[in-house]
């Protein structure tokens, strides 16, 4: 393995029409991608420019030897989506670079993003060269100009100006570490070409924690957890996002003692939504067999897992969910801020919690302890299970035009592959798939960034994504004023030709604007966009785009033919603006009084 690193750090001879170059010494460029190649990313997601251009010079090198290779993207905030569709994809920490200035300031949506929803990112931007700073050099963005350090010191959790060759490699060292230690997310190295430039050869490489792997657990705490669970009949169960692959083992627990769950509006991605134990999505456009389940009044413990307990996870600190029945089990000591009223916080790996807690289980079963179910108001067993046949199936099943949005989502449920991965943009696109979306796969494929809430992130998270693995069926629904935010990166898919899926939810609005002034009864403003035919402006930029009227003509759709070309199809449906979106308690948060606003609001 050590041989194999070194191994990249070295170049071989250069050839410039037919004429030899002596090999050459490599540059703390080429020691970045040769570290890059170490932890096994393959993409490089940025735009060029000139500071930069040392790195792009050894980015080219390494993709001539089969190394890390440079996707261009059409702004840098789109790089920054892709860096982050990648990593949810590969689990590799994703990779971005832009030149100094502007190139680093557009960035940092993309950047702050990632930092919310706790993405690892390596992000390198260019400075001008030393002598330069505090010249006034054109771009210049050192800390005596428009300092770029400074504007990320808020959204990394490494942030640092190399300001010498021989700080470069522990520096980059202590970067990929951070990304991944405690809280993960960005770190940000802010290098001047010079320094890229400059010969270097590497010193050391730390195998072993340079991504450090620690699996720990509160012991004393699981403990006092076995004895809660010892004294109650009636449980429910939150499951969170950050659970992971661990959902399984949730999903046992929740077997075993005849727990029902919910989850929260990201948290559905890591569970067959289909299980008879399954009471829908608790939050923003969640359903009210989950607010009623967790208002039963025989519930004697709630165990929330994986969960930051933000706004839209938790209706807005509803107090259905944060209470003293509260038991917070998470492996971020940092999200335990938002559960004070908690009974018993919970740290650790999750999947070894839960390990430990189906030991207890399953000997308790073996002396006969049972658990019981909290009765629901409804007759049926499930109520929340299949819309089409229990919810508003006049709206799911409707075939009038302009298409329902709630037809729309029934459709993608029925006819998507298994192992479709479906990128959602923020806006009414949340509602509607977080809502009447429904899928079997438990394996983290439904995927959504709702943390910091940035519009036209799935177009280019999916392309991270679809880069990563370009076998795998990957669906992008967004609305029309997100995609005329960055409708530009849909190129990136033609060049790359990835045969994305885009689906434009089309009604000539911000929808979720829209609808927000209504419901609480504001001002109706700046909602309103031209009509565009999005289809025929993909066409214009080389992807095949069809219009969708009408509810018939997605059921002729061949998906699987769509997924096998050797480009993206965009998919320009036309909905029913009128129909309102299950968000009605994001209005109820935001039309609270700061003196009256629930703690953390």
């Given at each position: 393995m050590l041989q194999a690193v070194n191994n990249a750090f070295s170049l071989p001879s250069i050839k410039t029409d037919s004429q030899s170059q002596p090999s050459i010494e490599p540059t703390g460029a080429d020691v970045i991608v040769g570290y890059l190649q170490y932890v096994g990313i393959e993409v490089v997601f940025g735009v060029p420019g000139g500071a930069i251009e040392p790195l792009l010079n050894a980015l080219a090198r390494s993709e001539r030897?089969?190394?890390?290779?440079?996707?261009?993207?059409?702004?840098e905030c789109g790089a920054a989506f892709m860096a982050d569709g990648y990593y949810r994809e590969t689990g590799k920490m994703g990779a971005v670079c832009s030149t100094?200035?502007?190139?680093?300031?557009?960035?940092?949506?993309?950047?702050?993003?990632?930092?919310?929803?706790?993405?690892?990112?390596?992000?390198?931007?260019?400075?001008?060269?030393?002598?330069?700073?505090?010249k006034?050099?054109?771009?210049?963005?050192?800390?005596?100009?428009?300092?770029?350090?400074?504007?990320?010191?808020?959204?990394?959790?490494?942030?640092?100006?190399?300001?010498?060759?021989?700080?470069?490699?522990?520096?980059?060292?202590?970067?990929i570490m951070s990304a991944h230690q405690g809280t993960r997310g960005p770190v940000h190295l802010s290098i001047p070409s010079d320094v890229l430039r400059a010969p270097m050869n590497t010193q050391r490489i730390h195998n072993d924690l340079l991504i450090p792997n620690f699996s720990v657990v509160d012991d004393l705490a699981i403990g006092r957890l076995c004895e809660k669970l010892a004294r109650v009949d009636r449980m429910v169960m939150y499951i969170g996002s950050g659970v992971g692959r661990a959902a399984r083992k949730?999903?046992?627990?929740?077997?075993?003692?005849?727990?029902?769950?919910?989850?929260?509006?990201?948290?559905?991605?890591?569970?067959?939504?289909?299980?008879?134990?399954?009471?829908?999505?608790?939050?923003?456009?969640?359903?009210?067999?989950?607010?009623?389940?967790?208002?039963?009044?025989?519930?004697?413990?709630?165990?929330?897992?994986?969960?930051?307990?933000?706004?839209?996870?938790?209706?807005?600190?509803?107090?259905?969910?944060?209470?003293?029945?509260?038991?917070?089990?998470e492996a971020c000591a940092d999200h335990f801020i938002r559960s004070p009223m908690a009974c018993l916080h919970v740290f650790g790996n999750i999947e070894l919690v839960f390990d430990r807690l189906l030991v207890q289980v399953k000997t308790a079963r073996q002396w006969g302890r049972q658990w019981q179910s909290p009765p629901m108001r409804s007759s049926k067993k499930n109520i929340y299970n299949s819309y089409v046949t229990l919810k508003e199936p006049e709206k799911c099943l409707s075939n009038e035009a302009p298409v329902k949005p709630q037809r729309l989502m029934a459709y993608l449920s029925k006819a998507l592959p298994d192992n479709a991965r479906l990128f959602v943009d923020a806006g009414n696109g949340w509602s509607w798939a977080t809502h009447y979306l429904t899928r079997s796969n438990s394996e983290g494929l439904y995927r959504v960034a709702m943390g910091y809430g940035s519009m036209t992130w799935s177009i280019g998270a999916a392309i991270g994504?679809?880069?990563?693995?370009?076998?795998?069926p990957t669906v992008c629904i967004l609305g029309d004023g997100s995609y005329l935010m960055s409708a530009q990166e849909i190129t990136v898919a033609a060049q790359q030709k990835l045969p994305i899926v885009f689906v434009v939810l089309n009604d000539a609005a911000m929808g979720m604007v829209m609808h927000g002034q209504m419901l609480g009864q504001q001002e109706s403003i700046g909602w309103q966009l031209n009509d565009v035919n999005y289809a025929a402006m993909a066409r214009a930029m080389g992807v095949d785009g069809m219009v969708i009227e009408r509810p018939q003509q997605l059921d002729l759709l061949d998906l699987d033919a769509l997924f096998a070309k050797s480009g993206p199809t965009l998919l320009d449906v036309r909905i029913d603006r009128d129909e309102v979106p299950p968000m009605g308690d994001r209005i109820k948060g935001l039309a609270q009084q700061a003196g009256s606003a629930t703690p953390g609001g």
């Open positions: 030897q089969g190394g890390p290779r440079l996707v261009v993207a059409r702004h100094t200035g502007p190139g680093a300031t557009n960035l940092l949506t993309g950047v702050a993003s990632a930092f919310v929803e706790e993405i690892p990112m390596l992000v390198i931007t260019a400075q001008t060269p030393l002598p330069k700073f505090g006034g050099a054109l771009q210049e963005s050192s800390c005596t100009a428009i300092d770029t350090v400074g504007m990320f010191r808020y959204v990394t959790r490494f942030n640092t100006l190399v300001s010498h060759q021989e700080q470069l490699e522990n520096k980059l060292i202590s970067a949730l999903v046992e627990f929740a077997e075993l003692t005849n727990t029902p769950f919910v989850t929260s509006p990201t948290g559905k991605s890591w569970v067959d939504e289909t299980h008879p134990l399954y009471r829908g999505v608790y939050g923003f456009a969640g359903h009210d067999s989950a607010q009623q389940l967790l208002q039963q009044p025989h519930v004697e413990l709630v165990l929330a897992v994986g969960t930051a307990l933000e706004e839209l996870e938790t209706s807005g600190w509803s107090a259905d969910l944060l209470n003293h029945k509260l038991v917070h089990i994504s679809a880069l990563a693995n370009r076998g795998a």
